[in-house]
Nanobody
């Protein structure tokens, strides 16, 4: 019973920025690898970014490298996804997920817990 709650989604113009947050339990936050996935309408769910439980390793999808940054804050028990230089193709529902592993997994089916998702819409 791990609770993940996303927030920060919304509508932004191309070239703009947005920061997503994923709030979770203080007791479980630091023992889970955290990942961000997204699913556009009519498309498959895809990996966006991930960070290990200690923050020593991060991974990004090629499509977002240099534009998105994943981080986590122990004091706030929250993971973040800073999104800059947004493009219309970034439009999707973004999901926060937790994976009890020692490395970042890029496959969605390896994650054990999921948030409800938050909509990000980028207008061109």
């Amino acid at each position: 019973q791990v609770q993940l709650v996303e927030s920060g989604g919304g509508k932004v113009q191309a070239g703009g920025s947005l920061r997503l947050s994923c709030a979770t339990s203080e007791l479980t936050f630091n023992i889970y690898t955290m990942g961000w996935f997204r699913q556009a309408l009519g498309k498959e769910r895809e990996f966006v970014a991930g960070i290990t439980w200690r923050g020593e390793n991060t991974r990004y999808a090629d499509s977002v490298k240099g534009r998105f940054t994943i981080s986590r804050d122990k004091a706030k028990a929250t993971a973040y996804l800073q999104m800059n230089s947004l493009k219309a193709e970034d439009t999707a529902v973004y999901y926060c997920a937790a994976d009890r592993a020692v490395a970042v997994d890029t496959d969605w089916y390896k994650y054990d817990y999921w948030g409800q998702g938050t909509q990000v819409t980028v207008s061109s």
